[in-house]
């Protein structure tokens, strides 16, 4: 150990000399040659050291793809190359937020992995091709002959592994949508387009009671470690969201948070421009691991209500009926006009094909505003794992805004506040409304002032709207009722027409037989 410390302490010593030899080999010697000489030397150094090389390719195979490996290895050494390395190259980062800093070319950086000394180095080979000159970047691993059983079978994977986990945490998330239908079929788009995922969203900044966020937080934690626990119970590593309440009460906004928080990237789906069931499936196929695939809205997307619509509108009476008809009607042309062909089988057919056919670790959210109307079969365990109600704004969601919004922990108004909240269902995206102030002046006083009026307010109006309910609730089944006698009066009097028409026919009858028996006796 001490003899290789003393050669790489001697090779430091005379690093600039032999870069000086370095460059002029590099110019003056022919490239082909340098093939050759190169080839003898690493064989002659290999011999004497017993050392063995691994060598990685930035391009490698038919058409010179960018190999994922030379990737994850530039990933893993940039923090020891940040760290030990003397020359290090700075390369931008996609999002161009940071620097990107690696090994410089021709340079070189240990590793220990085990008590194992290894050393990678960088090297960058010039060549030319008819194109004209190119550059290939190589980066090559050095340990010696007794550690190759280990450095090949345990510390490579390590290496791979550490490094595609660090491109992970660098990489800029994305936010992808899927392209129309028609779109995609020029090939000249995919089938998802995507944007830099940056929504600001936090379970800090969530308001909801803490100890369901908390339990939501729990159960994300869990399930993103649980890699080993998935496989050994047999079931792939996907776990289902239902968000469902009112508008406004966010829940898009726990789908963004969900994803900073699990450093997810989002694919967005919507279903009304996606063509038939099996655009569907393609579409969740090519959806990658460490991602949530949302569909808001399911509700609206896809006619999922048929059955239940049926029984509903049983107990309703005439004038609801027309009503929901016209509306189904309208429905109807929407889907029409969208052409989507969609159907629930293919959607719980493709959600199957994903959460059997994908890798890596996904989440699927659905969101909806109305639980009810769903198929039991589409929200069933398994499918969606956990069922999320977001409510109405109340007072521990209240909290939380108020400190985000206005910075404030307590005042005066909370308990007027926390009153007016319990009696009144308003939506968070409302209450948030309120307290965020709308100019300078504004300050915490201000926006709970008119935080209470509009609570107020709602209250007012929700209190006319339910005595209407009631009003119409109350005409409803007095229609009900007054249809019903009526329909009871015509039956009784049907009835009754039917029983005289009876008596006349056999009263006509038994006259009929007496007149022929007075004709017979005559
Ligand atoms: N629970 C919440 N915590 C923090 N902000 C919220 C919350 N709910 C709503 N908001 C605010 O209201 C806005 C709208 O919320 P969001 O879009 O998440 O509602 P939604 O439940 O998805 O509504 P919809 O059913 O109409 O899609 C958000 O941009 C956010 O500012
Ligand atoms: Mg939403």
């Not at 906004?253 to 450093?263: E, R, V």
């Not at 009871?488 to 028409?501: C, G, P, S, V, Y």
Request: a neutral charge; charged letters at 35%; hydrophobic letters at 30%.
């Amino acid at each position: 150990m001490l003899q290789t410390g003393a050669i790489w302490g001697f090779a430091g010593m005379t690093m600039p000399s032999l870069m000086v030899v370095w460059a002029l080999y590099k110019k003056y010697v022919p490239y082909e040659l340098q093939d050759y000489l190169e080839k003898y030397v690493v064989q002659i150094i290999a011999l004497i050291s017993y050392s063995v090389h691994i060598k990685f390719p930035e391009y490698s195979g038919e058409g010179l793809k960018k190999s994922q490996a030379y990737d994850a290895i530039l990933n893993f050494l940039s923090s020891k190359s940040t760290a030990r390395a003397q020359r290090l190259k700075a390369s931008e980062s996609k999002n161009s937020k940071s620097l990107v800093l690696g090994l410089d070319d021709h340079e070189a950086v240990e590793d220990v992995f085990n008590g194992v000394r290894v050393k990678w180095s960088s090297s960058v080979k010039k060549g030319e091709n008819q194109s004209g000159s190119n550059e290939r970047m190589y980066l090559t691993l050095s340990f010696h002959n007794r550690h190759r059983e280990m450095i090949t079978n345990t510390y490579l994977d390590h290496v791979l592994r550490e490094g595609k986990e660090i491109g992970l945490r660098k990489r800029e998330r994305k936010l992808y949508t899927n392209n129309q239908s028609n779109d995609y079929s020029s090939w000249s788009k995919g089938r998802w387009s995507s944007v830099p995922f940056d929504h600001p969203a936090t379970f800090e900044t969530l308001a909801m009671v803490p100890e369901k966020k908390e339990e939501i937080k729990k159960d994300l934690i869990r399930f993103s470690k649980a890699k080993d626990y998935y496989r050994k119970v047999g079931k792939p590593w996907k776990r289902g969201y239902l968000l469902f309440g009112p508008p406004g009460t966010g829940k898009s906004t726990m789908i963004s948070a969900m994803a900073n928080f699990l450093d997810y990237d989002v694919y967005d789906l919507e279903l009304t421009t996606v063509k038939d069931n099996s655009e569907l499936k393609k579409l969740m196929l090519e959806t990658k691991g460490k991602s949530i695939f949302v569909v808001e809205d399911i509700d609206c997307s896809l006619d999922l209500t048929g059955q239940r619509k049926k029984k509903e509108e049983d107990d309703e009476d005439e004038e609801d009926e027309e009503k929901k008809k016209e509306a189904e009607k309208k429905l109807e042309r929407e889907r029409g006009e969208r052409e989507s062909k969609v159907t629930l089988s293919g959607l719980l057919n493709a959600i199957d094909g994903l959460w059997s056919a994908c890798s890596g670790e996904k989440i699927i959210v659905f969101t909806t505003n109305f639980v009810d109307n769903l198929d039991p079969a589409l929200i069933r365990r398994g499918r969606m794992d956990n069922h999320i109600e977001m409510s109405y704004c109340r007072f521990e969601a209240f909290k939380v805004l108020a400190k985000n919004y206005l910075e404030i922990e307590s005042h005066d108004l909370y308990g007027e506040i926390e009153r007016l909240v319990e009696e009144t269902n308003m939506s968070t995206a409302d209450v948030a409304e309120n307290l965020m102030p709308k100019s300078d002046e504004e300050d915490a006083d201000i926006c709970l002032k008119r935080l209470v009026k509009s609570l107020e307010e709602e209250k007012v109006k929700a209190r006319k709207l339910a005595e209407e309910e009631l009003k119409k609730k109350a005409e409803r089944e007095m229609r009900r009722k007054k249809k019903k006698a009526e329909e009871e009066e015509k039956k009784k009097k049907e009835a009754r027409k039917q029983k005289k028409a009876e008596k006349e026919e056999k009263e006509a009858e038994e006259n009929g037989d007496a007149s022929h028996e007075n004709g017979n006796n005559i």
